[in-house]
């Protein structure tokens, strides 16, 4: 099965950095919009930010300032640079292209010590 994999969480404390990865399958990665969204425990999973083919990011408002969306073609992996983090970040990070969803992989772990 065509899977997602999501890696680069770990434990931070308010105002660290950490930088996503999710590598994708090469085949339709370069057509693709992609995003990241979050899961906070009890919470239903959230879009923090996407990636069009063309290159235009869109962030949610948490997000905004904070976080830049990136993408390597040739690695079909997008990125999630983390900035100045919050205890509110905290929660399990997937990636998935919204428009042509993937089963969804396994999401990486990010929490954010206050």
């Known amino acids: 099965q065509v899977q997602l994999v999501e890696s680069g969480g770990g434990l931070v404390q308010t105002g660290g950095s950490l930088t996503l990865s999710c590598v994708a399958p090469?085949?339709?990665?370069?057509?693709?919009?992609m995003a990241w969204y979050r899961q906070g425990a009890g919470k239903q999973r959230e879009l923090v930010a996407s990636l069009t083919s063309e290159g235009k990011a869109n962030y949610a408002d948490s997000a905004k300032g904070r976080f830049i969306v990136s993408r390597d073609i040739n690695k079909a992996t997008v990125y999630l640079q983390m900035n100045n983090l919050e205890p509110e970040d905290t929660g399990v990070y997937y990636c998935n292209a919204p428009m042509n969803p993937y089963q969804w992989g396994q999401g990486t772990q990010v929490t954010v010590s206050s």
């Open positions: 090469l085949r339709r990665f370069s057509a693709d919009t």
